[in-house]
């Protein structure tokens, strides 16, 4: 069994990775993870959402002198033979760059396993929501803004129009600030948007941040 949550609820249960009959609980639907992620994949890419998130990053970056031509879901191949398609990659000078966009939810395990690719080849993976708020966000969103030192991005018309205005490629991001009230740590939303020059980019943690969460606290 592995451990899911309810979209609805949020509460935890356990679920079959398969169901053979042995359990009276049954935890499974008729479809397989490989043939929900198809679906969701397809929707997505095809939506007209996913389709200008991907000429919103695609055209900010080009706005960047700095950046390689971006190239829009071309296999980057890892150095153990293994490969992932993002949505957009470029150069950043000599660091190389992923920016994947998640509109639709997806398993928690499929977002570990491209990080960890990317961790492993060195690469630079960027998250790009088109909504996000921490007191109401998905499973998948949490797992990225923690890992990701209480950071999220998001692009959008406003984000091409400041990246054009500069000539710098700009992200709107979402992040956590710590304040102390009555002896207890309170934790306040903040976003703004923010050039690629105000980042930190932790390639050995697989992070890249404008508020650094865990320094502060």
Not at 153 to 166: I, M, P, V
Request: aromatic share 12%.
């Amino acid at each position: 069994v592995y451990l899911v949550s309810r979209e609805d609820t949020r509460r935890f249960y356990f679920k079959h990775l398969h169901e053979n009959g042995s359990c009276p609980a049954v935890t499974r639907g008729e479809l397989s993870e490989k043939e929900i992620n198809a679906r969701k994949y397809n929707a997505a890419k095809e939506s007209p959402a996913h389709r200008r998130m991907k000429e919103i990053i695609a055209e900010s970056i080009k706005c960047d002198l700095r950046f390689s031509t971006p190239e829009i879901e071309k296999t980057w191949k890892g150095a153990d033979g293994s490969w992932r398609r993002p949505d957009i990659q470029a150069l950043f000078g000599e660091q190389r760059m992923a920016f994947e966009i998640q509109i639709s939810t997806t398993f928690i395990r499929v977002i570990a396993e491209r990080r960890e690719f990317y961790l492993r080849d060195k690469g630079m993976l960027i998250w790009i929501f088109k909504d996000f708020t921490e007191h109401d966000t998905r499973l998948t969103q949490d797992d990225v803004f923690y890992n990701n030192n209480r950071n999220a991005f998001l692009a959008n018309e406003e984000t091409l129009a400041a990246s054009r205005a500069t000539g710098r490629l700009h992200l709107e991001c979402c992040w956590s600030a710590p304040s102390r009230c009555n002896n207890e740590v309170v934790l306040t939303q903040h976003r703004r948007i923010v050039s690629i020059d105000e980042l930190t980019l932790d390639i050995e943690q697989q992070r890249i941040f404008y508020f650094d969460f865990d320094g502060e606290m």
